[in-house]
């Protein structure tokens, strides 16, 4: 199963159990959450496909903050030819690394509601009948 998000005018293809860069991401800790609802597209393992117009709407992915990072330093050199024009600059962008933990799907979301009332029934059933 995978699906495409988007987040900050990007869109981003997971699937359960990525490992993701985000730009930095302010107020997060190690082991927060995040939860993302602007699905774009849903693709299942049985090969059911949700596309949405703009958004699939019930579903969302969930992931965890891994750590706060640095990505690797991007050079950006500048020249003019012919004018003695030269100027290195290094850059490191500030990145938050995220571990997808779950996709949600209507389905999937409605069959774990019905997976806790199941669960829950039983649980007094147990109480009533002892």
Do not use: C, W
């Not at 959450?33 to 699905?39: G, M, N, P, T």
């Not at 049985?46 to 990072?69: C, F, K």
Request: glycine share 6%; net charge positive; proline share 2%.
């Amino acid at each position: 199963m995978y699906a495409v998000f988007e987040h900050n005018d990007k869109q981003y293809k997971v699937s359960k159990g990525d490992f993701l860069k985000l730009p930095r991401q302010k107020g997060l800790k190690k082991e927060d959450s995040i939860k993302f609802d602007k699905i774009l597209f849903i693709k299942a393992e049985n090969g059911d496909l949700q596309v949405g117009s703009p958004l699939v709407t019930g579903s969302s992915v969930e992931a965890t903050v891994i750590e706060q990072i640095r990505d690797k330093k991007i050079i950006v050199f500048k020249k003019k030819r012919r004018h003695n024009y030269r100027r290195k600059i290094g850059h490191r962008q500030d990145l938050t690394l995220i571990k997808i933990t779950n996709i949600y799907t209507k389905k999937s979301q409605k069959a774990e509601n019905d997976k806790v009332t199941e669960k829950t029934k039983i649980a007094k059933e147990d109480k009533n009948g002892s």
